[in-house]
């Protein structure tokens, strides 16, 4: 029955809008209250969005549609170098695949640049809904554009910046994952064949757990920590256009 599953799927997809525009606000006013060390309100500023459910729905659209369109034009570089690199002619297959892979990595690289000019262009924009829940979502977006025209290249720096944040944990986890692995092939642990696990096997499951959950914990901490900061850019910034709008940094 395509009919019931269309409409299924059109609710499912509604019902997922409308609590990602709640989610973001929610998860945007929390960090501006924790941004401007307002100790009170953290819990009533997380469901701040259930007041305005369909506005956020349609700013999550309209955010998705961007993104989308962006998409569309990031693909157009990845489509220019498969055809440069069909209407190539060299005899030599070493210098040809070598000739293709330069190009599809300029394609590629020309894609991402693309594809990242919206996700910095709006990367505030939640926030400034959060910070004016009485703009519309066409303000928002134009004000957010505003906000970041010029500063897309501060913002990256400002994400760089957090490198040894992740870099850290990433070799660390990396390390003690490969030794559990290891462990674990040594042990040789089938639960499938071995109806009563030995205390060294139950062990270093419970440790592979662990690491996991620590995993788990610490990505967590990052991505709070890493919001908390763009959070405190994004006031810095906001600062800068009220004292001088016409002032945009390279």
Not at 168 to 176: E, M, V
Not at 194 to 211: A, H, K, N, R
Not at 226 to 238: E, N, P, V, W
Request: glycine share 6%.
């Amino acid at each position: 029955n395509i009919s019931a599953i269309l409409l299924h799927r059109t609710f499912c997809a509604f019902v997922a809008t409308i609590a990602s525009g709640i989610i973001n606000y929610g998860n945007s006013a929390v960090l501006l209250r924790a941004a401007d060390d307002n100790k009170e309100g953290y819990l009533k500023a997380a469901f701040q969005g259930l007041k305005m459910p369909l506005g956020l729905a349609y700013l999550t659209l309209r955010l998705a549609l961007a993104y989308i369109l962006w998409g569309i034009l990031a693909i157009l570089p990845c489509i220019g170098g498969a055809a440069i690199c069909a209407l190539i002619a060299i005899d030599d297959t070493s210098v040809k695949i070598a000739v293709w892979a330069l190009i599809i990595t300029a394609a590629a690289t020309l894609s991402l640049a693309i594809i990242a000019i919206p996700f910095y262009r709006y990367r505030f924009l939640f926030r400034l809904k959060a910070d004016k829940s009485e703009w519309s979502a066409g303000k928002c977006m134009k004000e957010c554009r505003s906000l970041t025209d010029g500063r897309k290249w501060r913002i990256f720096m400002h994400d760089c910046s957090y490198w040894k944040i992740l870099l850290l944990p990433l070799i660390i986890g990396s390390a003690l994952s490969a030794i559990m692995l290891i462990c674990l092939y040594k042990m040789k642990i089938n639960f499938y064949v071995q109806d009563y696990p030995t205390p060294e096997s139950m062990m270093i499951c419970f440790s592979v757990i662990g690491l996991y959950i620590a995993f788990i914990a610490v990505t967590i901490i990052s991505a709070i920590y890493i919001s908390l900061g763009q959070t405190l850019l994004y006031r810095d910034m906001l600062g800068e256009n009220t004292k001088n709008p016409d002032n945009t940094d390279e």
